[in-house]
Nanobody, 124 residues
Framework: QVQLVESGGGLVQAGGSLRLSCAASGRTFSRFAVGWFRQALGKEREFVAAKDWSKGNTGYADSVKGRFTISRHNAKNTVYLQMNSLRPEDTAVYFC?????????????????WGQGTQVTVSS
């Protein structure tokens, strides 16, 4: 089992930046592939970014490519999502997720562990 807790959300103006953190506890986190997803009000949860644990490969949704960066600090059992040039359409609850499956995963179904989410609101 692994427990995930997100933090770092808040209210920011369009064009601003935020860094989300996801702290993990439980099993050896360095062996988990990780991902960030988001869910806007009234919409389905969607993929944002993912990173494997072994080769450092990453994947991003087209809507955030070039603006968001996923990283991890295994010694601190933490995953980050640096979000720059934020837009009002980035407003959502952001979730981190983890899986023991190898690779970079974009589907919610591939993840076994989820955090409770953190709200990001971008004002225009």
């Amino acid at each position: 089992q692994v427990q995930l807790v997100e933090s770092g959300g808040g209210l920011v103006q369009a064009g601003g930046s935020l860094r989300l953190s996801c702290a993990a506890s439980g099993r050896t986190f360095s062996r988990f592939a990780v991902g960030w997803f988001r869910q806007a009000l009234g919409k389905e949860r969607e993929f944002v970014a993912a990173k494997d644990w072994s080769k450092g490969n990453t994947g991003y949704a087209d809507s955030v490519k070039g603006r968001f960066t996923i990283s991890r600090h295994n010694a601190k059992n933490t995953v980050y999502l640096q979000m720059n040039s934020l837009r009002p359409e980035d407003t959502a609850v952001y979730f981190c997720a983890a899986t023991l499956r190898l690779g970079v995963w974009r589907s919610l179904r591939e993840y076994d562990y989820w955090g409770q989410g953190t709200q990001v609101t971008v004002s225009s």
